[in-house]
Nanobody
């Protein structure tokens, strides 16, 4: 059974940065396309960024140019570097396989507020 553990969230001022991490245990991580998702209060979960096995990336329009997804297969970890944060980025952030998702982890809360 795959276990996803997200970390790195917190409270940050507008314009600030955070780096999220997600460790995926119980799977052959290197053969999985991965994604970062987020869910804001009262909204559906949305896909924010994806990274393929080969390292190709894709982003939602709302975060393009500000967020960067990366991965370290040896550590079974996917990262999300978030810059120029705005209050609209406030949400719980989750990682998961892209496409056919596993059970969701607990997520990590990101709050952007002055």
């Amino acid at each position: 059974q795959v276990q996803l553990v997200e970390s790195g969230g917190g409270l940050v001022q507008p314009g600030g940065s955070l780096r999220l991490s997600c460790v995926a245990a119980g799977t052959i991580f290197s053969i999985r396309a991965m994604g970062w998702y987020r869910q804001a209060p009262g909204k559906q979960r949305e896909l924010v960024a994806t990274i393929t096995i080969g390292g190709s990336t894709n982003y939602a329009d709302s975060v393009k140019g500000r967020f960067t997804i990366s991965r370290d297969n040896a550590k079974k970890t996917v990262y999300l570097q978030m810059n120029s944060l705005t209050p609209e980025d406030t949400a719980v952030y989750y990682c998961n396989q892209f496409g056919s998702t596993w059970d969701w982890g607990q997520g990590t809360q990101v709050t952007v507020s002055s």
